[in-house]
C-alpha cells in the first residue's frame, strides 16, 4: 500500500506519568472563517455561539449595526463550561506577555 502523507498530529500521550487516550486532531476537512462579533443564548440543555461579521462601516447617521451571522456552534452546557475555562486560560497568558485587553471602555 501507498503511504499518504498527513497533517493529522496526535497529542501527547503521558501526562504527570500517567499514559492518556491519544487524541488525533484531523484537519483535513477544516475550514477557516472571520468573525468580528460573538453572540450567546442558552437554554437548560444548550449552549448556542453565534459568529459574525460586522459589516457597517459609517455609523455616522445610521442608527443600525448590521452584522453578517455566519456560523452557529451548539454545546452542551459541560462543552461550554470546558470551552469558557480553556478561553480563560489563553486571555491570561496573552495578556501576561500582550498587557490586558479593554473593552467596551473598560
Same mark, same amino acid.
Given at each position: 500500500?501507498? !503511504?499518504?502523507?498527513? %497533517?493529522? !498530529?496526535?497529542?501527547?500521550?503521558?501526562?504527570?506519568?500517567?499514559?492518556?487516550? $491519544? *487524541?488525533?486532531?484531523?484537519?483535513?476537512?477544516?475550514? @477557516?472563517? =472571520? $468573525?468580528?462579533?460573538?453572540?450567546?443564548?442558552? @437554554?437548560?440543555?444548550?449552549?448556542?455561539? =453565534? =459568529? &459574525?461579521?460586522? /459589516? @457597517?462601516?459609517?455609523? &455616522? %447617521?445610521?442608527?443600525? *449595526?448590521? *452584522?453578517?451571522? @455566519?456560523?452557529?456552534?451548539?454545546?452542551?452546557?459541560? $462543552? #461550554? /463550561?470546558?470551552?469558557?475555562? #480553556?478561553? #480563560?486560560?489563553?486571555? /491570561?497568558?496573552?495578556?501576561?506577555?500582550?498587557? $490586558?485587553?479593554?473593552?467596551?471602555?473598560?
Amino acid at each position: 500500500m501507498d !503511504q499518504v502523507e498527513s %497533517n493529522v !498530529q496526535p497529542a501527547a500521550d503521558i501526562v504527570d506519568g500517567v499514559r492518556q487516550s $491519544a *487524541v488525533v486532531w484531523d484537519d483535513h476537512n477544516m475550514v @477557516t472563517h =472571520f $468573525a468580528n462579533v460573538v453572540n450567546i443564548q442558552s @437554554t437548560l440543555e444548550q449552549v448556542d455561539l =453565534f =459568529f &459574525g461579521t460586522n /459589516k @457597517t462601516w459609517n455609523i &455616522g %447617521n445610521e442608527r443600525q *449595526v448590521h *452584522v453578517e451571522l @455566519t456560523d452557529r456552534v451548539i454545546l452542551s452546557p459541560h $462543552a #461550554a /463550561k470546558r470551552l469558557s475555562v #480553556a478561553l #480563560a486560560g489563553v486571555l /491570561k497568558e496573552y495578556e501576561s506577555r500582550h498587557g $490586558a485587553l479593554k473593552i467596551d471602555g473598560r
